[in-house]
């Protein structure tokens, strides 16, 4: 009987393999490469699934924070997950750890595949008027940046990577490139991207990527590569050129990091968030979810990992450096918050003595003054906190994050004119920083700290200065570590014996290692065309 069993199965694995072809069944509502990409609303759907890609947590929901922020010098993980703890502190052992770099890797590589079809295939489209063609030509241009700001973030973090322009096929060996390659694909997506895209969008369509956007994330990469003119010409165009007109600093720093003024005169480029498509899961009981459900919601989960104890997981918390420097310089007068102090530390940190430096403080109306007691010796993250609006942090913050501030524009224009020798020039636009209505601080030169009335005299001060005010108005914003890399604190000894006076995690930190990730090693095996990272 057995034996007839397995005849009778051979047989039909026999025709089967005849006839391979009846496998292959097409769903007819499963749209194709062949049958999509055909109309201008193609082209539209396919944007909007890369933009979506931003709101996941391999971009900008959630470990993304991890790697810029809290292995700058900033901050630093104190979370009860050695693993995780260990890849903020340069401690690299398991180079396929998800939370580590592989999340981030994939998830931008995911966002890169989306672009490349877009950039493809809406580009043979042919529309049938005028209006459809410049819409197509805006699809392309979004993706354009989409697939630039990618780049830059993996350049960034990994520094050599696979080089994927093409829509690509599960099995593909892509091209293995350095820096120099990379940012030769960023440039020149960036020079098309700010052709077609418009200087503002309205209605529903705001909070999309603009000229302006292209141009900032332009200087930026130059800024990178040392081409201080080519960076101070792109910076032109926002700061001093046609497009001044779009931006300007908010008068309340505040209102940049909450959902009440979102896509504001002070962004530049920012990602949007939803508290939609909750899972019931997290809301009723507060319990964690994975990554596969945290990819359905399209909010953002910062603040749940950096909020405190209590209020969330506090997984990261800012250096108390920070809040020593925010009060080192006194304001000009008391009439913004009661106080000299600084008005963008009870902005940016909750610290012991919150409460007491700033005597009137009604930023926080939430549960964060049910926590304040508690609060003897640490130091955590208020930017982006959701507490204000909501009894606890979840997985969910609605709160848009201002990727690119006009704030951060300013200095690094500020950055690329010192560089070119005007530092007098340069001077302007810090204060013009400083001076915000909220912030309240004097002008550079009037200063009643000498240390920082000195730094308009000479470049090389005014360069080192910098590097603090930007500490001071970019803080805990995801741009300290691209930032250290610029100025080359990374690179040598003494720079790194500088970040371990504010940061001991540096102690661990190897030069000609740690300045970048390692790659994950699955993909290093699986591409023969890819080498593991130096020292790795």
């Known amino acids: 009987m057995i034996k007839k069993v397995i005849l009778l199965a051979a047989m039909i694995t026999g025709l089967s393999a005849c006839n391979e072809d009846i496998l292959n069944v097409e769903n007819p509502n499963v749209p194709t490469q062949a049958t999509f990409w055909k109309t201008v609303d193609d082209a539209q759907k396919g944007l909007t699934a890369a933009y979506s890609q931003f709101t996941r947590v391999g971009n900008w929901s959630r470990w993304i924070y991890f790697r810029y922020d809290l292995t700058s010098d900033e901050a630093y993980s104190n979370s009860p ?26 998830g931008h590589y995911k966002q890169i595949f989306e672009t490349n079809q877009i950039i493809k295939y809406a580009s043979e489209i042919l529309p049938e008027n005028a209006a459809d063609s410049a819409a197509v030509k805006q699809i392309v241009a979004q993706a354009r940046f989409i697939r630039a700001f990618d780049y830059f973030n993996l350049g960034i973090l990994f520094e050599n990577l696979p080089i994927v322009t093409e829509p690509s096929n599960a099995g593909d060996n892509y091209e293995f490139g350095g820096p120099d390659q990379i940012y030769a694909i960023i440039i020149k997506d960036l020079e098309l991207a700010v052709k077609d895209l418009p200087e503002e969008w309205t209605g529903a369509d705001k909070g999309r990527i603009t000229r302006g956007a292209a141009y900032a994330l332009l200087g930026k990469v130059y800024m990178q590569l040392h081409r201080w003119q080519d960076a101070l010409d792109a910076f032109n165009w926002l700061v001093e050129g046609e497009g001044k007109i779009y931006y300007e600093l908010m008068d309340n720093y505040a209102d940049n990091f909450t959902h009440l003024n979102e896509n504001n005169m002070e962004s530049v480029f920012e990602i949007q968030f939803s508290d939609v498509n909750e899972t019931e899961m997290d809301r009723n009981n507060g319990s964690d979810v994975d990554d596969d459900v945290a990819e359905m919601t399209l909010g953002n989960s910062r603040s749940q990992f950096f909020a405190p104890a209590g209020i969330g997981w506090s997984d990261g918390q800012p250096r108390n450096w920070l809040v020593t420097e925010y009060k080192r310089e006194p304001t000009v007068d008391n009439s913004v918050n009661g106080t000299l102090i600084d008005d963008r530390l009870r902005s940016s940190i ?13 930023l926080f109306n939430g549960t964060i003054v049910k926590w304040r007691f508690n609060w003897l010796s ?28 006009y704030a951060d524009v300013l200095l690094c224009y500020a950055e690329c004119l010192a560089q070119l020798d005007l530092v007098s020039e340069a001077v302007n636009y810090v204060d013009r920083v400083r001076t915000r209505p909220s912030t309240n601080l004097p002008e550079l030169s009037s200063s009643t700290v000498p240390e920082i009335a000195a730094s308009v005299t000479s470049k090389d001060l005014f360069l080192k200065r910098l590097q603090m005010e930007r500490a001071l108005e970019l803080s805990l914003e995801s741009v300290r570590w691209i930032d250290l890399k610029r100025w080359g604190l990374l690179e040598t000894q003494e720079g790194i014996d500088e970040l371990k006076t504010r940061d001991e995690d540096f102690i661990s930190f190897e030069l000609g290692k740690h300045n970048r990730l390692p790659l994950p090693q699955f993909e290093v095996d699986n591409n023969p065309n890819m080498t593991q990272n130096p020292k790795y």
């Open 378 to 405: 640490n130091c955590y993250f208020r930017k982006y906190g959701d507490d204000y609006f909501k009894d606890r942090s979840d997985y969910y913050s609605p709160i848009n994050y201002r990727v690119i501030r």
């Open 81 to 106: 997950w050695n693993e995780l703890k260990d890849w903020t502190q340069f401690k690299y052992t398991n180079y396929n750890f998800i939370q580590g770099g592989q999340t981030i890797f994939k």
């Open 350 to 362: 909750i610290y012991p003595n919150l409460f007491k430096d700033f005597p009137s403080e009604t």
